[in-house]
Nanobody, 120 residues
Framework: VQLVESGGGLGQAGGSLRLSCAASGSIFSINDMGWYRQAPGKQRELVAT???????NYADSVKGRFTISRDNAKDTVYLQMNSLKSADTAIYYCNADVRTTIGPYTYKYWGQGTQVTVSS
């Protein structure tokens, strides 16, 4: 199973960026999907998660500005980031809880990360 992120880059403070993360491989089903981020010198932190049924959870720091969504038919999760702040600068990682076609267990997979830099 591979998760491939796209959509990072340079954004302006107050502007918007949209991240995508597509899962591929021996996928039977995907439960929760999510986005995390890690800024220089800081620990990785939760940004948002979304369950297979659509329930969402957000970090307080991004509530009202970021929106997580998913397309189950495409095994893809998105993160729409609006009203960007310099504090949003980080490497963003997606993850997914995947049950593979190989066996009955669920494993957490991570993408390689995509850099988001917000200039003020």
């Amino acid at each position: 199973v591979q998760l491939v992120e796209s959509g990072g880059g340079l954004g302006q403070a107050g502007g918007s960026l949209r991240l995508s993360c597509a899962a591929s491989g021996s996928i039977f089903s995907i439960n929760d999907m999510g986005w995390y981020r890690q800024a220089p010198g800081k620990q990785r932190e939760l940004v948002a998660t979304i369950a297979s049924g659509g329930n969402t959870n957000y970090a307080d720091s991004v509530k009202g500005r970021f929106t997580i969504s998913r397309d189950n038919a495409k095994d893809t999760v998105y993160l729409q980031m609006n009203s960007l702040k310099s504090a949003d600068t980080a490497i963003y990682y997606c993850n997914a809880d995947v049950r593979t076609t190989i066996g009955p267990y669920t494993y957490k997979y991570w993408g390689q990360g995509t850099q988001v830099t917000v200039s003020s």
